[in-house]
Protein backbone atom coordinates (compact mmCIF):
# COMPACT_ATOMS: atom_id res chain seq x y z
CA UNK A 1 0.00 0.00 0.00
CA UNK A 2 1.50 3.65 -1.36
CA UNK A 3 2.47 5.61 1.80
CA UNK A 4 2.32 2.62 3.92
CA UNK A 5 3.95 -0.37 3.36
CA UNK A 6 7.30 1.52 2.75
CA UNK A 7 7.44 3.00 5.96
CA UNK A 8 7.63 -0.46 7.40
CA UNK A 9 10.33 -1.60 5.85
CA UNK A 10 12.66 -3.68 8.09
CA UNK A 11 15.76 -2.81 6.04
CA UNK A 12 15.19 0.84 5.87
CA UNK A 13 14.65 0.86 9.58
CA UNK A 14 17.51 -1.34 10.74
CA UNK A 15 19.65 1.13 8.48
CA UNK A 16 18.18 4.11 10.17
CA UNK A 17 18.34 2.80 13.64
CA UNK A 18 22.29 1.74 12.78
CA UNK A 19 22.65 5.88 11.43
CA UNK A 20 20.90 6.57 14.75
CA UNK A 21 23.71 4.42 16.61
CA UNK A 22 26.69 5.99 14.41
CA UNK A 23 25.99 9.38 15.29
CA UNK A 24 24.91 9.67 18.51
CA UNK A 25 27.60 10.43 21.19
CA UNK A 26 25.88 11.31 24.19
CA UNK A 27 22.68 10.81 26.38
CA UNK A 28 20.10 12.51 25.09
CA UNK A 29 16.11 12.90 26.26
CA UNK A 30 13.39 13.32 23.63
CA UNK A 31 9.41 13.21 23.58
CA UNK A 32 7.11 12.33 21.49
CA UNK A 33 3.73 14.67 21.64
CA UNK A 34 1.34 11.99 20.29
CA UNK A 35 -0.16 9.11 22.04
CA UNK A 36 0.22 7.49 18.65
CA UNK A 37 3.10 7.81 17.88
CA UNK A 38 3.68 6.40 21.95
CA UNK A 39 1.83 3.46 20.61
CA UNK A 40 3.56 2.56 18.01
CA UNK A 41 7.07 2.87 19.49
CA UNK A 42 5.60 0.73 22.12
CA UNK A 43 3.78 -1.48 19.60
CA UNK A 44 7.15 -1.98 17.57
CA UNK A 45 9.67 -1.43 20.18
CA UNK A 46 11.53 0.95 18.32
CA UNK A 47 12.69 1.97 22.03
CA UNK A 48 14.74 -1.11 21.72
CA UNK A 49 16.56 -0.34 18.99
CA UNK A 50 18.04 2.84 20.03
CA UNK A 51 21.61 2.97 21.61
CA UNK A 52 21.06 2.87 25.45
CA UNK A 53 22.14 7.16 25.47
CA UNK A 54 18.40 7.61 23.95
CA UNK A 55 15.76 8.15 26.25
CA UNK A 56 12.40 8.58 24.94
CA UNK A 57 9.70 10.17 27.06
CA UNK A 58 6.07 10.45 26.47
CA UNK A 59 3.72 13.68 25.94
CA UNK A 60 0.65 15.09 26.92
CA UNK A 61 -1.14 14.40 23.65
CA UNK A 62 -3.50 12.21 24.13
CA UNK A 63 -6.79 13.77 24.03
CA UNK A 64 -8.44 11.51 25.97
CA UNK A 65 -5.78 11.50 28.85
CA UNK A 66 -5.93 15.00 29.62
CA UNK A 67 -9.51 16.04 29.07
CA UNK A 68 -10.36 17.76 32.93
CA UNK A 69 -12.21 15.85 35.24
CA UNK A 70 -14.93 18.23 35.28
CA UNK A 71 -15.40 18.24 32.28
CA UNK A 72 -15.97 14.33 32.44
CA UNK A 73 -18.51 15.03 35.33
CA UNK A 74 -20.45 17.07 33.83
CA UNK A 75 -20.69 14.61 30.34
CA UNK A 76 -22.10 11.85 33.05
CA UNK A 77 -24.38 14.58 34.42
CA UNK A 78 -25.34 15.22 31.23
CA UNK A 79 -25.83 11.87 30.08
CA UNK A 80 -28.35 10.84 33.07
CA UNK A 81 -30.60 13.68 32.03
CA UNK A 82 -33.63 11.33 30.61
CA UNK A 83 -34.15 13.91 27.86
CA UNK A 84 -30.79 13.61 26.55
CA UNK A 85 -28.67 11.45 24.06
CA UNK A 86 -25.55 12.03 24.42
CA UNK A 87 -23.32 11.14 21.47
CA UNK A 88 -18.96 10.67 22.61
CA UNK A 89 -16.10 8.91 20.82
CA UNK A 90 -15.69 5.54 22.00
CA UNK A 91 -12.63 6.16 24.11
CA UNK A 92 -14.33 8.29 26.22
CA UNK A 93 -16.85 6.13 27.94
CA UNK A 94 -14.52 4.05 29.70
CA UNK A 95 -12.56 7.25 31.15
CA UNK A 96 -12.74 7.57 35.17
CA UNK A 97 -14.90 10.66 36.52
CA UNK A 98 -15.40 10.80 39.60
CA UNK A 99 -17.19 8.23 41.03
CA UNK A 100 -18.63 6.80 37.60
CA UNK A 101 -18.02 6.87 34.06
CA UNK A 102 -20.19 7.47 30.98
CA UNK A 103 -20.75 3.36 30.02
CA UNK A 104 -22.07 3.02 33.81
CA UNK A 105 -24.73 5.46 32.76
CA UNK A 106 -25.23 3.81 29.49
CA UNK A 107 -25.49 0.50 31.32
CA UNK A 108 -28.02 1.92 33.81
CA UNK A 109 -30.29 3.44 30.85
CA UNK A 110 -28.77 6.24 29.72
CA UNK A 111 -29.15 7.09 26.22
CA UNK A 112 -25.53 7.37 25.19
CA UNK A 113 -24.52 6.33 21.60
CA UNK A 114 -20.92 6.05 19.81
CA UNK A 115 -20.46 8.32 17.08
CA UNK A 116 -17.32 8.45 14.74
CA UNK A 117 -17.89 11.77 13.48
CA UNK A 118 -19.35 15.04 15.09
CA UNK A 119 -21.44 15.33 12.21
CA UNK A 120 -23.56 11.92 12.80
CA UNK A 121 -24.54 13.74 15.82
CA UNK A 122 -25.91 16.39 14.11
CA UNK A 123 -27.76 13.98 11.94
CA UNK A 124 -29.39 12.58 15.01
CA UNK A 125 -30.27 16.03 16.41
CA UNK A 126 -32.21 16.22 12.52
CA UNK A 127 -33.77 12.63 13.63
CA UNK A 128 -34.46 13.37 16.82
CA UNK A 129 -36.46 16.72 17.04
CA UNK A 130 -38.07 15.71 20.48
CA UNK A 131 -34.83 15.13 22.32
CA UNK A 132 -31.59 17.03 22.89
CA UNK A 133 -29.09 15.97 21.57
CA UNK A 134 -25.21 16.58 23.22
CA UNK A 135 -21.91 15.92 21.14
CA UNK A 136 -18.82 15.19 23.41
CA UNK A 137 -16.07 17.55 21.35
CA UNK A 138 -12.95 16.11 22.79
CA UNK A 139 -9.31 16.69 21.22
CA UNK A 140 -6.49 18.77 19.63
CA UNK A 141 -6.31 20.70 16.35
CA UNK A 142 -6.82 17.25 14.10
CA UNK A 143 -10.65 17.38 15.47
CA UNK A 144 -11.34 21.24 15.96
CA UNK A 145 -12.01 21.41 12.24
CA UNK A 146 -14.48 18.71 12.26
CA UNK A 147 -16.39 20.21 15.61
CA UNK A 148 -16.36 23.29 13.82
CA UNK A 149 -17.86 22.16 10.69
CA UNK A 150 -21.22 20.26 13.09
CA UNK A 151 -21.39 22.99 15.04
CA UNK A 152 -21.82 25.29 11.99
CA UNK A 153 -23.86 22.75 10.28
CA UNK A 154 -26.58 22.89 13.18
CA UNK A 155 -26.52 27.00 12.92
CA UNK A 156 -26.93 26.87 9.77
CA UNK A 157 -29.69 24.00 10.38
CA UNK A 158 -31.37 26.05 12.80
CA UNK A 159 -31.28 22.72 14.98
CA UNK A 160 -32.38 24.24 18.42
CA UNK A 161 -31.82 20.97 19.87
CA UNK A 162 -28.12 20.45 19.04
CA UNK A 163 -25.62 21.52 21.78
CA UNK A 164 -21.17 20.66 22.45
CA UNK A 165 -19.77 19.59 25.33
CA UNK A 166 -16.40 21.15 24.24
CA UNK A 167 -13.32 20.30 25.67
CA UNK A 168 -10.46 21.38 22.77
CA UNK A 169 -6.54 21.41 23.13
CA UNK A 170 -3.80 23.19 21.20
CA UNK A 171 -0.58 21.70 21.19
CA UNK A 172 2.15 24.02 20.76
CA UNK A 173 0.99 26.17 24.40
CA UNK A 174 1.72 22.37 25.94
CA UNK A 175 5.16 21.74 24.19
CA UNK A 176 5.90 25.55 25.28
CA UNK A 177 4.89 25.02 29.61
CA UNK A 178 7.06 21.67 29.04
CA UNK A 179 9.64 23.83 27.75
CA UNK A 180 9.71 26.49 30.04
CA UNK A 181 9.10 24.10 33.28
CA UNK A 182 12.52 24.10 35.49
CA UNK A 183 12.65 20.45 35.99
CA UNK A 184 12.04 19.51 32.30
CA UNK A 185 14.21 17.00 31.12
CA UNK A 186 13.30 17.05 27.00
CA UNK A 187 15.97 18.47 25.01
CA UNK A 188 14.23 17.52 21.81
CA UNK A 189 10.69 16.82 20.18
CA UNK A 190 8.98 14.60 18.37
CA UNK A 191 6.03 16.78 16.51
CA UNK A 192 2.42 14.87 15.83
CA UNK A 193 2.09 14.89 12.04
CA UNK A 194 -1.53 14.64 12.21
CA UNK A 195 -1.67 18.18 14.06
CA UNK A 196 0.69 20.05 12.02
CA UNK A 197 -1.53 19.20 8.78
CA UNK A 198 -3.38 21.13 10.04
CA UNK A 199 -1.33 24.27 12.02
CA UNK A 200 1.08 23.60 9.90
CA UNK A 201 4.73 23.97 11.59
CA UNK A 202 5.74 28.30 11.54
CA UNK A 203 4.11 28.56 15.03
CA UNK A 204 6.91 25.90 15.85
CA UNK A 205 9.49 28.45 14.93
CA UNK A 206 9.74 30.83 17.95
CA UNK A 207 9.80 28.02 20.38
CA UNK A 208 12.59 26.37 18.77
CA UNK A 209 14.59 29.66 18.65
CA UNK A 210 13.66 30.37 22.25
CA UNK A 211 14.14 27.53 23.81
CA UNK A 212 16.54 26.62 21.69
CA UNK A 213 15.59 23.02 21.51
CA UNK A 214 15.10 21.22 17.93
CA UNK A 215 11.40 20.53 17.02
CA UNK A 216 11.40 17.13 14.16
CA UNK A 217 7.49 16.77 12.47
CA UNK A 218 6.72 13.20 12.37
CA UNK A 219 4.58 10.85 11.14
CA UNK A 220 3.08 7.39 13.02
CA UNK A 221 4.55 4.50 10.81
CA UNK A 222 8.13 2.67 12.04
CA UNK A 223 10.32 4.48 9.67
CA UNK A 224 8.36 8.36 10.01
CA UNK A 225 9.39 7.80 14.00
CA UNK A 226 12.61 6.69 13.07
CA UNK A 227 13.81 9.31 10.75
CA UNK A 228 12.48 11.98 13.34
CA UNK A 229 14.30 10.57 15.94
CA UNK A 230 17.86 10.66 13.63
CA UNK A 231 17.28 14.26 12.55
CA UNK A 232 16.32 15.37 15.79
CA UNK A 233 19.93 13.55 17.49
CA UNK A 234 22.01 14.81 14.74
CA UNK A 235 20.52 18.38 15.64
CA UNK A 236 21.27 17.80 19.00
CA UNK A 237 24.99 16.70 17.83
CA UNK A 238 25.67 19.79 15.99
CA UNK A 239 24.32 21.88 18.48
CA UNK A 240 21.46 22.95 15.78
CA UNK A 241 17.96 23.68 17.63
CA UNK A 242 15.48 23.79 14.41
CA UNK A 243 12.24 22.94 13.18
CA UNK A 244 12.45 20.23 10.44
CA UNK A 245 10.07 18.39 8.46
CA UNK A 246 10.25 14.49 8.32
CA UNK A 247 6.03 14.65 7.60
CA UNK A 248 6.52 15.90 4.15
CA UNK A 249 3.82 14.13 2.50
CA UNK A 250 1.07 15.53 4.45
CA UNK A 251 2.94 18.51 6.58
CA UNK A 252 2.98 21.83 4.70
CA UNK A 253 4.55 25.06 6.56
CA UNK A 254 1.55 27.26 6.78
CA UNK A 255 -0.75 24.07 7.26
CA UNK A 256 -5.06 23.90 5.59
CA UNK A 257 -5.86 27.72 5.57
CA UNK A 258 -9.35 26.55 5.17
CA UNK A 259 -9.79 24.21 7.69
CA UNK A 260 -7.91 26.99 10.45
CA UNK A 261 -10.44 29.29 8.76
CA UNK A 262 -13.14 27.42 9.89
CA UNK A 263 -12.06 26.43 13.54
CA UNK A 264 -11.70 30.64 13.67
CA UNK A 265 -15.56 30.93 12.40
CA UNK A 266 -16.55 29.01 15.35
CA UNK A 267 -14.19 28.53 18.46
CA UNK A 268 -12.00 31.59 20.57
CA UNK A 269 -8.43 30.62 22.29
CA UNK A 270 -8.82 30.21 25.74
CA UNK A 271 -7.16 28.78 29.00
CA UNK A 272 -7.58 24.97 29.52
CA UNK A 273 -7.56 22.57 32.29
CA UNK A 274 -5.10 19.56 31.21
CA UNK A 275 -6.20 16.60 33.28
CA UNK A 276 -3.00 15.35 34.88
CA UNK A 277 -1.17 18.77 34.07
CA UNK A 278 -3.12 21.83 35.61
CA UNK A 279 -4.53 24.90 33.35
CA UNK A 280 -2.04 26.38 30.97
CA UNK A 281 -3.21 29.93 29.40
CA UNK A 282 -4.27 30.10 25.81
CA UNK A 283 -4.07 26.28 25.26
CA UNK A 284 -7.39 25.55 24.53
CA UNK A 285 -10.92 26.92 22.43
CA UNK A 286 -14.40 27.61 23.61
CA UNK A 287 -17.11 29.11 21.09
CA UNK A 288 -16.87 32.69 20.05
CA UNK A 289 -20.13 34.78 21.24
CA UNK A 290 -21.88 34.06 17.31
CA UNK A 291 -22.19 29.99 18.78
CA UNK A 292 -22.08 30.60 22.62
CA UNK A 293 -26.08 28.61 21.98
CA UNK A 294 -24.37 25.78 21.16
CA UNK A 295 -22.59 25.27 24.46
CA UNK A 296 -23.92 22.19 26.46
CA UNK A 297 -22.16 23.73 29.84
CA UNK A 298 -24.77 27.14 29.53
CA UNK A 299 -28.08 25.03 28.34
CA UNK A 300 -27.82 22.47 31.60
CA UNK A 301 -26.18 24.53 33.88
CA UNK A 302 -23.65 22.36 34.76
CA UNK A 303 -20.87 23.95 35.79
CA UNK A 304 -20.62 23.89 39.57
CA UNK A 305 -20.99 20.33 39.81
CA UNK A 306 -17.52 19.36 42.59
CA UNK A 307 -15.50 16.89 41.36
CA UNK A 308 -12.79 14.71 43.61
CA UNK A 309 -9.52 13.73 41.19
CA UNK A 310 -7.89 10.21 42.56
CA UNK A 311 -4.66 11.29 43.58
CA UNK A 312 -2.87 7.58 43.07
CA UNK A 313 -2.43 7.91 39.66
CA UNK A 314 0.53 9.55 38.58
CA UNK A 315 -0.65 10.49 34.79
CA UNK A 316 0.42 13.79 34.93
CA UNK A 317 4.33 13.08 35.53
CA UNK A 318 4.27 10.76 33.21
CA UNK A 319 2.76 12.87 30.74
CA UNK A 320 5.58 15.72 31.18
CA UNK A 321 7.85 13.04 30.67
CA UNK A 322 8.87 12.92 34.18
CA UNK A 323 8.23 9.57 34.79
CA UNK A 324 7.42 6.32 32.34
CA UNK A 325 4.07 3.98 33.10
CA UNK A 326 5.91 1.21 34.49
CA UNK A 327 7.30 3.46 37.47
CA UNK A 328 3.74 3.87 38.44
CA UNK A 329 3.78 1.17 41.72
CA UNK A 330 -0.35 0.94 40.38
CA UNK A 331 0.80 0.07 36.93
CA UNK A 332 -0.66 -3.70 35.74
CA UNK A 333 -1.77 -4.31 39.46
CA UNK A 334 -4.37 -1.85 41.07
CA UNK A 335 -4.23 -0.21 37.45
CA UNK A 336 -5.62 -2.79 34.31
CA UNK A 337 -7.58 -1.56 31.35
CA UNK A 338 -10.48 -3.17 32.75
CA UNK A 339 -10.26 -1.12 36.22
CA UNK A 340 -7.92 2.09 35.43
CA UNK A 341 -7.22 4.25 38.06
CA UNK A 342 -6.68 7.05 35.19
CA UNK A 343 -7.58 7.57 31.29
CA UNK A 344 -3.80 6.70 30.00
CA UNK A 345 -4.65 2.94 31.00
CA UNK A 346 -7.71 3.15 28.67
CA UNK A 347 -7.60 5.65 26.01
CA UNK A 348 -6.13 3.88 22.81
CA UNK A 349 -3.48 6.68 22.78
CA UNK A 350 -2.91 6.29 26.55
CA UNK A 351 1.06 6.05 27.62
CA UNK A 352 0.06 3.43 30.42
CA UNK A 353 -2.71 1.62 27.68
CA UNK A 354 0.52 0.97 25.04
CA UNK A 355 3.09 -0.71 27.89
CA UNK A 356 0.33 -2.29 29.42
CA UNK A 357 -0.99 -4.13 25.68
CA UNK A 358 2.44 -4.85 24.21
CA UNK A 359 3.93 -5.97 27.66
CA UNK A 360 3.69 -9.69 26.15
CA UNK A 361 6.11 -8.60 23.40
CA UNK A 362 9.12 -7.83 25.81
CA UNK A 363 8.44 -11.30 27.44
CA UNK A 364 9.75 -12.61 24.05
CA UNK A 365 13.57 -13.05 23.05
CA UNK A 366 12.68 -12.39 19.40
CA UNK A 367 12.69 -8.62 18.40
CA UNK A 368 9.35 -7.55 15.74
CA UNK A 369 11.05 -5.66 13.34
CA UNK A 370 12.50 -8.15 11.46
CA UNK A 371 9.16 -9.33 10.75
CA UNK A 372 6.35 -7.89 8.78
CA UNK A 373 5.50 -4.70 11.42
CA UNK A 374 2.28 -4.61 12.88
CA UNK A 375 -0.37 -1.92 12.68
Not at 64 to 89: G, N
Not at 148 to 155: E, V
Not at 290 to 307: G, P, R, W
Request: include cysteine; charged fraction near 20%; proline fraction near 6%.
Amino acid sequence: MKYLDEYRQSDGIQKIAAEIHRITTSPWTLMEVCGGQTHAIVRNRLDQLLPKELELVHGPGCPVCVTPLEMLDRAIAVARLPEVIFCSFGDMLRVPGSEHDLLTVKAAGGDIRIVYSPLQAVQIAEQNPTKEIVFFAVGFETTAAANAMAASLAKTKALGNFSMLVSQFLVTPAIESICSAPDSRVQGFLAAGHVCSITGYERYLPLAEKYRIPIVITGFEPLDILEGILMCVDQLEQGACQVQNQYRRAVERVGNRQAQDLIQSVFRISTQHWRGVGSIPQSGLSFNDEFASLDATVKFDINNIKTTERHDCMSGDIMLGHKKPKDCPHFGKECRPEQPLGAPMVSSEGACSAYYRYSQQERSNEHPVPATLKN
